[in-house]
């Protein structure tokens, strides 16, 4: 699979890295629920978006039932901020940096491809010191989030800005959403399952290659 890729595609939250390994993704969603509901807007969501406790499930149920509104707009601003707390204290996913790096010293132009806000890709990334490996091929949400994964918008983005046809691409993503996205863009799809769990969805999703560990990528790429 990596042999003929000459663009590689890395969703960000996974991939690269554990963006709400301590400030987790489940406080921040009980947050956005809990501003809603000081507005009066609890009756927003349905029982079980709130239940879920994913911050994107509250962003896109609340753009769904008022697509571009000024409410839409405060709620991802405050999203984007609890993301950025997070990227401080992000932990890097396993053999992710030198991977990074070695794909970019043997010739792949690397990019972003994320439903995460394009700001914290990039804070984080300077703390790491790997923006230089991306350049400005960071791909994330926009105002348009009808347009987030699986929707392939941010991966057509990317491969247009770097000239790609997305045979001679490869997706690195950790969820069905970037699985669907690949597929929809015609790009070829590499899971990556920190545990048994994600794997299992993965593969239940239709990923016909997941790994538990980027290790065997790197070593791939080293000899």
């Known amino acids: 699979m990596i042999e003929p890729a000459r663009v590689i595609l890395w969703d960000f939250d996974g ?3 554990r963006l709400f390994a301590r400030h987790k993704a489940e406080r921040v969603a009980a947050g956005l629920v809990d501003w809603l509901a000081g507005h009066g807007l609890h009756n927003l969501l349905s029982e ?3 239940e879920l406790l994913d911050p994107h499930v509250v962003l896109r149920a609340v753009d769904l039932r008022h697509p571009g509104s000024d409410l839409v707009t405060e709620l991802e601003e405050r999203l984007t901020q609890e993301e950025l707390r997070a990227a401080g204290s992000a932990l890097p996913t396993p053999y992710a940096d030198p991977l990074i790096r070695t794909w970019t010293a043997v010739g792949a132009r690397l990019a972003i491809t994320t439903n995460n806000s394009p700001k914290v890709v990039r804070a984080y990334l300077d703390g790491r010191g790997l ?4 350049a400005s091929h960071i791909y994330g949400r926009t105002a348009d989030l009808h347009l987030l994964k699986p929707n392939p918008h941010c991966l057509n983005r990317a491969l247009t800005a770097m000239g790609c046809a997305p045979s001679a691409a490869l997706m690195i993503g950790d969820s069905g959403s970037d699985l669907a996205a690949a597929n929809n863009a015609g790009v070829p799809f590499l899971g990556y399952a920190r545990n048994e769990r994600k794997g299992k969805l993965l593969r ?3 990923a016909g290659c997941v790994l538990a560990s980027l290790e065997p990528l790197l070593r791939t790429l080293r000899g």
């Open 131 to 134: 923006s230089s490996c991306f």
């Open 204 to 206: 239940d999703a239709g």
């Open 15 to 17: 991939p690269i890295c």
């Open 48 to 50: 079980s978006e709130r």
